[in-house]
């Protein structure tokens, strides 16, 4: 499958867990991968080169910042001089604490909306010059089944995807008429590294797993199939759109 031959896909959150995975699977389709992370991400980018014989970078960036933001988008540039896909996945979850909406920190608040929605936004918003001089791009945001179905005790979590899927819809209108896709990839409940973090996070597994209409628990490569459809010609005239990948948990 080399359908995204030759093409520069960057990452946020790529570093680890279901970011890798995109990574993976993206540098797996031919692509080229730039890997943004506030983690330590060398080593995947070294083993998605060795792996998958694409040429890959890691740069370190908070998504939150502008400023870095800035520089990603420079370094993607400098490397391959393009940048054809663009995978909102940086997200503040693991670290969450849980808190009912009445006892929420109003600087919890502020941090997830920072990472989730912003960074979504200014990524968007530097890499978006680049694919509008191209006539071409795609932009995928990572959002939730919780922004459907709400979820107690992560509000601003919750919040912050339902923001996601606005915000798509806006770029999806003002980038479309530049050639650029924008949609939205809405997982389910993934068994993810950052998910297994925070043991917290686990404890509606068996009612969220009862809900659904294939009664199993979803994995990051569960995922990979939809990015890539996102990704690829074969999504050219789909626009605005979010692709949710649940088990069924939201409309069955």
């Not at 080229?32 to 792996?51: Q, R, S």
């Not at 179905?149 to 915000?167: E, N």
Request: proline share 4%; aromatic share 6%; net charge positive.
């Amino acid at each position: 499958m080399a359908q995204l031959a030759g093409k520069v896909a960057l990452v946020t959150g790529g570093a680890k867990s279901i970011g890798r995975t995109f990574a993976q699977g993206l540098a797996q389709a031919g692509a080229n991968i730039v890997i943004a992370d506030i983690a330590e991400g060398e080593t995947t980018a070294k083993e998605i080169a060795t792996g998958f014989g694409v040429a890959a970078i890691f740069v370190k960036c908070d998504v939150s910042d502008e400023t870095q933001v800035r520089q990603l988008i420079a370094a993607a540039i400098a490397k391959f001089g393009r940048i054809d896909i663009l995978v909102n996945n940086a997200a503040y979850f693991a670290a969450m604490p849980l808190h009912p909406a009445h006892e929420l920190p109003v600087e919890l608040w502020d941090k997830v909306m920072a990472v989730n929605v912003r960074g979504s936004f200014l990524t968007a918003k530097h890499a978006a010059p680049h694919m509008m001089k191209a006539k071409s791009g795609k932009i995928i945001n990572i959002s939730s089944g919780t922004a459907y179905k709400g979820m107690p005790d992560m509000a601003a979590y919750v919040a912050s995807k339902a923001a996601v899927l606005g915000l798509t819809r806006t770029l999806a209108r003002e980038f479309g008429p530049h050639g650029i896709n924008v949609n939205t990839l809405a997982p389910g409940l993934i068994e993810s590294e950052s998910l297994l973090e925070n043991p917290r996070h686990l404890a509606p597994t068996e009612r969220i797993l009862a809900s659904r209409a294939i009664a199993r628990k979803g994995l990051p490569r569960d995922l990979v199939g939809g990015l890539l459809f996102l990704a690829s010609p074969a999504s050219d005239f789909m626009t605005g759109q979010t692709l949710a990948i649940d088990g069924g948990s939201i409309n069955t």
